[in-house]
């Protein structure tokens, strides 16, 4: 009973149990025959005082000899001289391994929801003080433990069964899921996040994303449109950062025909466009003041008004907003309106970064070189060791640094599979600690890599020399120029646009 509190499995205490009455009772060569898993008969499951070839011996049909007869028929057998027996099949131990003179053979049913599921059974030299009918009795009390741990493992094993069939049903959900709104994944951090995007996504209230740049907050926003009674509706995603500041006001509230020159006809601004559907403002923390005040009407009562127009427009949509400022602390700087603020921070949803995903690197990169090989007709594959390396490194730019990296990755190298080492030069020094975004690999570059959270930077941040000299270095390319400058390209492009003389 000492053994059996110590846990319910039978191969942690039968062998224990089988000790025990061969010590102390005397019940030697003790043996637990079971249904062999691997076959139709039965087999020596358990054993104490048997060698590995008689325990590989000792399988048995039922009805065959004493121990598939006990089985067979589900009843005890005494067998009290195995010499005189011509039953006893003395196949798992050779009778010359035995002590001289009479010895007995004892075997009893096993039994599981009164089912004969095996047997218990031993050798018992004749010339012994205690009456047989108290091994008996020990026997009958072991079998009896026996068969009820056994009917627990079954009921757990059935139990385990039922819960292994109903997370895999629900994984196949998840992967549907996942498949339909396009994030790939399956770590906690990331499964908690789009749990708590299906949880709201049938509310009507203003979602805000948070998290750092490239965790897929894009993604997130059409997971929450996808997952509203709204999905078969219009998804408009706008950047705010990617507006010039003149146009704002037309881009997101429309215009009527004459508002301005070369406003030769009427347009619907993206909240007539996103009605009935979702609107997703990325970067929002990037608005104009002035417009600040002008989306807060609009999410207060619903209606838009055109640049140039008079009349109100009833609009309903659902806004999706993301940023990876803090807009607490621009609130407090007064660079963002507070009520505003309080109002986009309805529902907050943080992204994870790709630092507490790590478990899902591997599937990342698999998906992004599959979409990089078939948009470029390549053929570049990773060896296990070299996705594994990937997995152990920094990404401080997230998803979308793991991407360009995997995507340069395939643009570079000729065909064939890489390895450890041709990755290593491609990440450069920076892979000791963290990995610089792609673009920002030369090693004589003045301009420090992107940092995680890109700060606060006002639409004249950067000087035309400052611009001119990035674009420069990065051989004319704008989005590595960008980078150089801890913008995106759109900021980038807008700066320089601005910036260039008036013909």
């Not at 709104?181 to 009507?204: D, F, H, M, W």
């Not at 640049?307 to 609009?315: A, S, Y």
């Not at 599959?370 to 990404?395: G, P, S």
Request: proline share 4%; net charge positive.
């Amino acid at each position: 009973m000492n053994l059996i509190g110590k846990g319910i499995r039978l191969d942690h205490v039968a062998r224990e149990m089988l000790h025990l009455l061969s010590e102390i009772v005397g019940l030697n060569r003790g043996r637990i025959v079971l249904k062999d898993p691997n076959g139709d008969g039965y087999r020596i499951a358990h054993s104490y005082g048997l060698t590995r070839a008689e325990v590989e011996r000792g399988r048995y049909a039922p009805g065959e000899g004493i121990t598939g007869r006990v089985i067979q028929d589900g009843h005890l057998i005494i067998v009290q001289d195995i010499d005189k027996d011509p039953t006893f099949l003395g196949r798992a131990v050779e009778r010359t391994t035995l002590p001289q003179g009479a010895v007995s053979f004892l075997a009893l049913p096993i039994r599981v929801d009164q089912r004969t599921v095996g047997a218990i059974a031993c050798h018992r030299i004749r010339h012994r003080e205690r009456a047989l009918s108290d091994d008996l009795t020990i026997l009958r009390i072991i079998a009896t433990l026996i068969g009820q741990l056994l009917t627990l493992n079954e009921r757990v094993e059935q139990k385990t069964r039922a819960l292994e069939e109903h997370n895999d049903m629900l994984a196949r959900e998840l992967r549907i899921k996942r498949a339909r709104y396009g994030i790939i994944g399956t770590s906690p951090a990331l499964l908690r996040a789009l749990a708590q995007v299906e949880k709201v996504a049938n509310a009507t209230a203003s979602v805000l994303l948070l998290g750092d740049s490239g965790t897929g907050k894009e993604l997130f926003a059409r997971a929450l449109h996808l997952a509203s009674p709204r999905r078969g509706k219009p998804f408009i995603k706008v950047n705010c950062a990617a507006i010039p500041e003149t146009l704002f006001e037309s881009e997101l509230f429309g215009h009527e025909r004459g508002a301005f020159t070369g406003a030769v006809e009427a347009r619907a601004g993206w909240f007539e466009q996103a009605s009935d559907g979702t609107i997703f403002l990325d970067e929002i923390g990037e608005m104009p003041a002035l417009l600040q005040t002008k989306l807060l009407r609009t999410l207060q009562e619903g209606t838009v008004v055109r640049l140039g127009g008079k009349r109100e427009i009833r609009v309903d949509m659902r806004l999706v907003a993301a940023t990876n400022r803090d807009l607490a602390g621009d609130v407090a700087q007064g660079r963002f309106r507070e009520d505003l603020f309080y109002r986009l921070n309805v529902i907050p949803i943080t992204l994870p970064p790709l630092a507490e995903r790590r478990g899902d690197i591997p599937d990342l990169v698999l998906h992004f070189l599959t979409r990089a090989n078939q948009e470029n007709q390549r053929n570049v594959n990773l060896t296990q060791a070299a996705i594994a390396y990937l997995a152990r490194q920094q990404w401080p730019g997230n998803i979308r640094q793991l991407a360009n990296f995997i995507e340069r990755t395939v643009l570079l190298s000729s065909e064939g599979v890489l390895d450890v080492d041709d990755l290593r030069p491609m990440l450069g020094d920076a892979a000791r600690t963290s990995i610089a975004f792609p673009g920002s690999m030369e090693r004589d570059s003045p301009v420090a890599p992107m940092a995680t959270i890109r700060p606060y930077l006002s639409a004249d941040s950067h000087g035309h020399e400052q611009l001119r000299l990035a674009l420069t270095q990065a051989g004319g390319n704008k989005t590595r120029a960008a980078q150089r400058l801890g913008l995106t390209e759109r900021q980038f492009s807008y700066r320089w646009r601005k910036l260039q003389p008036t013909p």
